[in-house]
């Protein structure tokens, strides 16, 4: 692929229509691409240097609160197109290892990207509503520290994403020490039998917090349904990651027959969704 300094990949440059229509074809997560907006805007950008992109009012706000997938994918497609590499950095071979989500019952196939896991899987399809601006809000050039240091730096380096407004919406931590139960891995065994095929729903099917998953990004129903026939459907979001040690504020929607007291560690818990995906009533 053939680049230069100031302007972007020549296969970006070339995207336009014809792409974009291809593109509503393979992308279910995206089924408005082919729009007439988004193949006058991917003809917009055609051109466009690096330094004219990156600046480009779409990366910003308010405009990219309104970006849909088809704009964001007009130069940003090879994010879909890239596969796992054969070969890590490390030396280790993607054939013949697996990755934890491979150990879920809600995964089959070989490895997958990050984007593609949440994006274009078919599991991904059935029980999450995505987009590229829910994770990607922007980021601002000018936050980017050109050369920062352990000891001093006038920038502040900023994520291009806030995991705690994105990943820890779905990922945060199964808090097993709060509710008793020990590390999922081993307490499942004493939950689940071929009768029982997910013991979460032992406490979370009429007990406990029943009203869940009521939010524009998530497909709430599917997930209610796929959930009862395996764990996995629960752990792989909240708590197949080791590193998603970190709690989230889960809002605590009132359920049927709530009781009244909230216990210490939901004090100060919200009780309703953040309205920007809040499901509108029908």
């Known amino acids: 692929m053939k680049t230069s300094q100031n302007a972007l990949p020549v296969t970006l440059l070339g995207l336009a229509s014809a792409t974009l ?9 995206a089924a ?12 917009s950008v055609r051109g466009l240097t690096y330094e004219e992109a990156r600046w480009h009012p779409l990366h910003f706000k308010p405009a990219i ?39 879920l019952d809600t995964y089959q196939g070989d490895q997958q990207t990050f984007h593609q ?18 994770c990607h809000q922007g980021n601002d050039p000018r936050e ?16 291009v994403v806030n995991p705690s407004e994105t990943c820890l919406r779905c990922h945060g931590t199964y808090s097993w020490e709060m509710m008793g139960t020990g590390p999922w891995h081993e307490a499942r065994v004493d939950f689940e039998d071929e009768e029982t095929p997910n013991g979460c729903l032992i406490c979370h099917g009429e007990l406990y917090r029943t009203v869940r998953h009521q939010v524009t990004y998530l497909n709430g129903d599917t997930i209610e349904d796929l959930a009862q026939s395996s764990s996995d459907v629960c752990f792989g979001c909240h708590g197949g990651r080791a590193w998603y040690n970190i709690p ?7 359920w049927p027959d709530m009781d009244e007291d909230v216990p210490e560690w939901a004090e100060d818990r919200p009780t309703g969704s953040d309205a920007r995906f809040q499901i509108e009533p029908q």
Request: glycine share 4%.
């Open 144 to 159: 980017e520290s050109p050369s920062a240091t352990a000891t001093d730096s006038p920038f502040t380096l900023r994520k």
């Open 248 to 254: 989230y504020p889960y809002p605590r929607h009132p």
């Open 32 to 43: 408005s691409i082919a729009s007439d907006e988004e193949t006058a805007f991917a003809e």
């Open 65 to 103: 609160d309104e970006a849909t997938n088809g704009q964001c994918l007009a130069c940003h497609q090879g994010i879909l197109d890239r596969d796992v590499l054969p070969e890590s950095p490390a030396g280790v071979l993607a054939d013949e290892s697996l990755a934890w989500y491979q150990t």
């Open 117 to 134: 896991r949440h994006l274009t899987s078919e599991f991904a399809r059935d029980v999450m509503n995505l987009s590229c601006n829910f």
């Open 21 to 29: 229509i291809g593109l509503a074809m393979v992308l279910p997560f």
